[in-house]
């Protein structure tokens, strides 16, 4: 009897919804079906050959790239009972032999290899067996224009001749034709069945800020992050080396990685990264390749990417697990700048020319007034809405400021300079600025330094927006230069306002409550992490293999009181809840029953899409907002609303944030107005030393709340 996808689904995985195509593409497999998956990273790829797989009689042969990522695909399927096990040149004579063994007495499900294990001698050992599909995993890999070329994966196109009558199945997360055409041609697939999935990922949130400063931005940001795992990515190799001290000297566990360090030390690197020891990377784009780890939180740019398929590729790393996670990019005209000079370095002018232009689409993508997400899938031909709710463009406010005198100014210099100069040039001209590149006889031009008074920022930002609403055009490769369009006479002859628009200053990143979140017990998750660190130790394995992030945040969420809850939470398989139920149960219990179960929903059947709408953040929020006008304190709001009161004093800093709730009715006047003064000399964003100045009489909490008021850092 065939074993249905859905019980093994459910059974195996812990699972009860197939995503998306899962369903379809498991079952054009069944059916014996060739087939291409394109779907991105964290979509639930590795499942569509799983399951058939488990399904079918005999083995599947899977190829994978990366003996990394091979192993912990292996472990984290035999901690779910899964007969899998992998070939490869990390094993000894013995250890190899073991696994023909348990091949030839049927003891297989899948098998891992990697190509370079591929030759004659191979398919004489596998044409006895029965075969039930051949999986190949990151099969762009296959072709040349993939940004990852595997020479060893041509072998993979004598599969079919070897075994016409043997389904197989191309995953990849590379979208672009060109590498989809190579993969079909390569390995002489018959009639595939192509699925391609939407290359979003919504879980990610998108945030582009102004490069000045930071570093300081930096620490609010991993400040929000709570001792989360991110990557944080540095062009150069020294800074990713001084960022790590500078991160440590601040408290966090972090370590630089990049292609000079010797195997062994990265390797030790990755080790201690999957492993939840250390909590960020800085590293080079040296890093990512093989880095399965499904919870990494964030991914930060310190410096521009070369372009958006990189952009895309590296934030991508983030949020595996489905969970929400962020990408912060510090973006900078100086580093399109410095990036171009590199790329004209190249002595392949097409090439550069191209690598030019997808320069200026990236440099498009931080500057334009758009959903960065619509940009994005756009650049990738995907459509997108307008407004995704999930990136900096459309969780902030902008206010709208008319600037058509400056307009004139800068469109006039434009003119006055003969269109023959770049930004930083006509800034300075406007600002008369005193530096030596500004030639003598601009100087004499009347309007030099006309617009003085504006910041040199501010005249970057008109600038910008003139270029975004095509007033202005910025023309020439090497160096560009500003250019008036058609559209300018409009602006220079008073036809036309011009309007720019300034984001309003909020800090985004902290905010806890994220759409499409459920509350869960901050204090219970942390346990919940340490002891699945502890088991997976125990057993030899990076944390995420035995429990996603996800697993553990349900938990954390809906507090099951027996086994038979537990099953209902996503990840908890048959041969996992034995092998964990009671650790994990007892966790939860000994929590609930010193602080009481918090759970906003009753547990049930899994939470479906629907359900989890009736109870979305924001209308929690607004319930807590309710309550706060209604002069309750946080304590009362906790009891009226069965939450714990720490995640009411979230929302309460939410509101304060948004200057919605009156500080005062949290923190006791005489202690606002110590705070206030001790401010004057100490920084309210570093909340330690601030509370070890001011002592006893005031409360971390009461730090928070002011610090929500005064800087809107709802963290
Ligand atoms: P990919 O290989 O496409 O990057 P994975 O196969 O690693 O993605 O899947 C990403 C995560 O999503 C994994 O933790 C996986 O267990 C989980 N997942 C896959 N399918 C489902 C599903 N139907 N329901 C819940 N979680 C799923
Ligand atoms: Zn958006």
Not at 89 to 113: A, C, D, F, H
Request: one cysteine or more.
């Amino acid at each position: 009897m065939e074993l249905s996808p859905l019980k093994i689904l459910k059974d195996v995985y812990g699972y009860y919804r197939f995503r998306d195509r899962q369903e379809e593409i498991i079952s054009a497999i069944l059916n014996g079906r060739d087939a291409v998956v394109l779907m991105p990273t964290g979509g639930g790829k590795s499942i569509c050959f799983q399951i058939p797989a488990l399904c079918k009689p005999g083995f599947a042969v899977v190829f994978s790239p990366l003996i990394a990522l091979m192993k912990d695909q292996v472990d984290a399927l035999r901690l779910s009972g899964v007969q899998a096990r992998y070939l490869n040149s990390t094993q000894t004579q013995s250890e190899q032999m073991e696994v023909v063994r348990e091949l030839n007495e049927g003891k297989i499900k899948l098998l891992y290899l990697a190509p370079e294990r591929v030759n004659d001698r191979f398919w004489d050992f596998l044409a006895p067996h029965k075969v039930s599909l051949f999986a190949i995993d990151e099969a762009h890999c296959i072709s040349h224009w993939g940004h990852d070329f595997r020479p060893d994966y041509r072998i993979l196109g004598e599969i079919k001749n070897q075994f016409p009558h043997v389904p197989i199945a191309a995953f990849t997360a590379t979208a672009d034709k060109k590498t989809r055409e190579d993969i079909l041609s390569n390995l002489n697939l018959h009639q595939p069945k192509i699925f391609v999935s939407s290359f979003n990922r919504p879980n990610i949130r998108y945030i582009i800020e102004d490069k000045k400063n930071s570093f300081s931005k930096l620490l609010d940001f991993l400040e929000g992050q709570t001792d989360e795992s991110g990557i944080i990515y540095c062009l150069s190799r020294k800074s990713t080396e001084g960022l790590a001290v500078d991160l440590r000297n601040h408290g966090f566990k972090a370590m630089h990685y990049h292609a000079g360090l010797n195997q062994e030390k990265r390797g030790q690197v990755q080790d201690l990264f999957a492993k939840d020891e250390i909590k960020i990377i800085v590293a080079t784009i040296a890093f990512g390749m093989g880095i399965n780890k499904s919870n990494v939180r964030f991914v930060v740019h310190m410096d521009l990417p070369k372009n958006i398929e990189s952009y895309y590729q590296e934030t991508g790393r983030a949020g595996r697990d489905g969970l929400e996670s962020t990408a912060l990019l510090f973006y900078s005209y100086a580093d399109v700048i410095k990036l171009k000079r590199f790329v004209e370095i190249d002595d392949n002018p097409e090439q550069s020319e191209i690598m030019l232009q997808k320069l200026d689409d990236l440099s498009k993508m931080c500057n334009f007034r758009v959903c960065r997400r619509k940009f994005i899938l756009n650049y990738f031909d995907e459509k997108a809405n307008d407004y995704c709710g999930n990136c900096d463009f459309c969780l902030n406010e902008f206010t709208e400021q008319e600037a058509t005198i400056q307009a004139q100014m800068a469109l006039s210099a434009v003119v006055r300079l003969r269109e023959r100069f770049g930004i930083s040039y006509v800034i300075d001209f406007l600002r008369g600025s005193a530096s030596q590149k500004i030639k003598p006889f601009h100087r004499e031009i009347p309007t030099f330094g006309v617009g003085e008074k504006w910041s040199q920022n501010q005249w970057y930002q008109v600038v910008k927006s003139l270029i975004q609403q095509n007033y202005l055009a910025r023309d020439g490769g090497k160096y560009p230069v500003l250019k008036l369009t058609e559209k300018s006479g409009d602006i220079l002859r008073g036809r036309e306002k011009f309007y720019f628009y300034i984001k309003k200053e909020k800090v985004l990143t902290a905010v806890e409550d994220k759409p499409g979140e459920l509350p869960f017990e901050k204090d219970l998750f942390e346990r919940l992490r340490v002891l699945r660190k502890k088991l997976a130790d125990e057993e030899g394995v990076p944390p995420f293999v035995v429990f996603s992030d996800k697993t553990l945040r349900d938990l954390a969420t809906f507090q099951p009181q027996n086994l038979e809850e537990m099953l209902n939470i996503s990840g908890f398989g048959q041969v996992k809840l034995q092998k964990y139920g009671r650790h994990f149960l007892d966790e939860v219990t000994s929590y609930t029953e010193l602080h009481g179960k918090s759970s906003p929903t009753p547990l049930r059947k899994k939470v479906t899409s629907s359900q989890r709408k009736s109870t979305s953040p924001s209308d929690t929020l607004l319930e807590t907002k309710r309550l706060i006008k209604a002069g309750l304190n946080t304590e009362e709001i906790a009891a009226e609303r069965g939450l714990a009161e720490s995640t009411v004093e979230k929302h309460l800093a939410y509101w304060l944030a948004q200057k919605e709730a009156p500080l005062d009715q949290f923190v006791n006047p005489e202690v606002i107005e110590l705070i206030k003064n001790a401010c004057q000399t100490h920084d309210i964003l570093k909340l330690k030393p601030l509370k070890d100045y001011l002592g006893a009489k005031v409360s971390y909490r009461d730090l928070k709340f002011y610090r929500a008021r005064s800087k809107g850092i709802a963290g």
